[in-house]
């Protein structure tokens, strides 16, 4: 692979002040991040159980979104199953600018914003995937300023030239650069394996929880939500 230099001037980091010297110590947004996504999760589970779709079951809308929200789970699993191929066992010690990560800085992200979009669609609706959207656009670009600023301070002109060349977040329209051999940490990618699935797993149950309010009163149903 060819090389890149490019001259970019040194970000300022100032604001970032648990970055620490060597920028190895995860900021409080970055550390939130886990947590708030756990919590938007449990979110949307109890929006799930106490609201009903305004959409009737068997319907082409309704079907439509269901089969429009498993077909995006895949994509977000299979997406995140070729990161971990790249990234798992490595992180931060070394920069990695092979597979998914020469088309895109945090594919990581993208994926779990697509597997997001998904479950929320095995709702029925489109408020709840409406309201997945906006809080990836909202908390995960603060995620990923406060990422880069470390990986920077890590990195340093390696990371710098490689941001000039890989877009943050939109994949580049491109075929993705793949060494011949590559050393998979195999402990470390099985766990992320199974992790990967419950964007399908999750899917299916708020789609069940949909089909639960429409054929049956075994849930409790406080209003309706297109």
């Not at 106490?50 to 079951?57: D, E, I, L, R």
């Not at 089909?211 to 409790?220: A, D, N, Y």
Request: glycine share 6%; hydrophobic share 50%.
């Amino acid at each position: 692979m060819s090389e890149f230099k490019v001259a970019v001037p040194i970000p300022n980091h100032s604001d970032w002040p648990a970055l620490g010297a060597s920028g190895r110590q995860k900021t409080a947004v970055e550390r939130a991040r886990i947590g708030l996504t756990w919590l938007c999760v449990t979110g949307l589970t109890v929006s799930c159980l106490v609201t009903g779709s305004h959409w009737q079951a068997a319907g082409f809308t309704s079907g439509t979104m269901f089969v429009v929200g498993i077909c995006l789970a895949l994509i977000a699993c299979a997406g995140r199953i070729w990161c971990s191929l790249f990234i798992d066992g490595f992180k931060t010690q070394q920069l990695i600018s092979w597979g998914p990560y020469s088309i895109c800085r945090n594919p990581l992200y993208l994926f779990s914003a697509i597997g997001a979009i998904g479950v929320a669609l095995g709702s029925c609706t489109f408020a709840l995937p409406v309201v997945a959207m906006i809080f990836f656009a909202i908390y995960y670009p603060l995620v990923i300023r406060a990422e880069e600023a470390r990986l920077t301070l890590i990195h340093g002109e390696q990371f710098r030239e490689y941001c000039q060349r890989v877009p943050a977040f939109f994949p580049a329209f491109r075929l993705p650069e793949t060494p011949e051999t590559y050393e998979v940490r195999t402990r470390v990618f099985v766990k992320s394996l199974l992790e990967a699935t419950w964007f399908v797993w999750a899917t299916i149950l708020v789609h069940l929880l949909y089909e639960l309010h429409q054929r049956t009163s075994l849930l409790p149903e406080w209003f309706r939500i297109y």
